[in-house]
């Protein structure tokens, strides 16, 4: 989870907000609202002229972020994606250009991270039931099994009549790994349209933030096994920054830990990283490619970050260790005693 630094007021549970980067900016008015959406809480800062307008900005970026939870939740039975899941071994199904979008977009990511960020994974991901009272592994061979229901390359997608297909009974795909990234950029395309002149967006551990100045804000990454405290920060004036990690999502049973991300090519949940943090210009890559080079690991995460610039990411292990690629080499202030 990314916490927002410096406050003077606190605003939710792991929130806290100062908004130096906003103090340019001449005599602005600020509001501060949190709904609970796609699964999380919702947190939008926006700073402009009039408090009215700022509010009816708001509104309408939670609208937007509610109209994508309607369509991309796998939750809801009527949404997109629970209808191409509905229909797995049996028909294409046609849908709408947004949501085509995401599916290729995670394609596209799925060939990049050599299968690490896997939308196909969900038979795989709900045998191991992490949001379940009392929960316990499944048996290897249970894995084995809808290991073999999964794989991104299986999907069929038609880029003309704009249809997915999942070619066997039992598949189906989860945007999970990418859609609370890209819902923070549909807010912020909102905010801006509606004259918010600076800003932030966070859905549970996907930021966006906008019209920064100065040194920019400054956001907290959490130590991922001490809940509240954290560890380091960075500054960001615009951009995208998500965290993917283990201690919020997870269940411990006999004595291992078991978190909602799973490796495709195993199909057990991944146990090299705590976290990781990942910078981009946009949400859906920053979401997107934590999961990923969660997956991945910092080895092979930081090899494929060679190759994506704009793309830079901060790993912490279990033990603690940390690795950087070069920009959180450069930037990353270490925060002590929090
Ligand atoms: P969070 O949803 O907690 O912000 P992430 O963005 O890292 O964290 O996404 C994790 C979610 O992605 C899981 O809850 C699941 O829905 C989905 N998921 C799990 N494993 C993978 C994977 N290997 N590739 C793509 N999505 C995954
Ligand atoms: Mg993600």
Redesign the pocket.
């Known amino acids: 989870m990314i916490r927002i630094l410096q406050s003077k007021a606190r605003i939710g549970p792991a929130l806290l907000v100062g908004l130096a980067l906003l103090s340019c900016v001449r005599s602005p008015k600020e509001i501060r609202r949190v709904e609970l959406l796609m699964g ?1 809480e919702v947190d939008i800062i926006a700073q402009g002229k009039s408090e009215p307008a700022l509010q009816a900005a708001a509104d309408r970026a939670f609208a937007e972020i509610e109209r994508l939870e309607q369509k991309l939740s796998r939750y809801r039975e009527d949404s997109a994606i629970s209808r191409i899941n509905q229909q797995a071994g049996i028909a294409p199904v046609a849908v709408d250009a947004e949501t085509f979008m995401l599916v290729q977009k ?1 394609l596209e990511v ?1 060939r990049e991270s050599s299968g ?4 196909t ?2 038979p795989a ?1 709900l045998i191991w039931k ?1 949001d379940a009272k009392n929960p316990q592994p499944p048996a290897d061979a249970e894995v084995k099994e809808k290991l073999k229901l999964t794989g991104c390359e299986k999907m069929v997608l038609d880029r003309e009549q704009k249809t997915v297909f999942l070619p066997e009974p039992g598949m189906g795909i ?5 859609a ?2 890209y819902a923070a950029d549909c807010a912020v395309k909102i905010l801006k349209d509606n004259g918010v002149s600076a800003g932030i967006v966070k859905a ?3 930021m966006r933030v906008f019209g920064g100045e100065g040194k920019g804000l400054a956001i907290g990454i959490q130590n991922p096994r001490a809940s509240g405290k954290v560890l380091a920060k960075i500054y960001l004036k615009d951009g995208a920054v ?4 283990d201690y ?2 997870f269940y411990i049973f006999n004595g291992v830990r078991y978190s ?5 090519k195993t199909g057990y949940p ?1 146990s090299g990283e705590a976290s990781v943090t990942v910078k981009a210009q946009s949400g859906i890559e920053s ?2 490619w ?3 080079l ?2 991945l690991g910092h080895e092979r995460g930081l090899e494929v970050l060679k190759t994506r610039p704009g793309l830079e990411a901060f790993f912490i292990e279990p033990s603690g260790e940390s690795h950087s690629s070069q920009w959180f080499r450069e930037n990353l202030i270490a925060v002590s005693g929090d």
């Open positions: 999380t995670s799925c690490a960020f896997d939308i994974i969900l991901l992490i989860d945007l999970g790994g990418i609370k990234g549970g551990g996907d998500s965290t993917s990690g919020e999502r909602h991300i799973i490796n495709p991944v979401d997107a934590s999961t990923a969660f997956v």
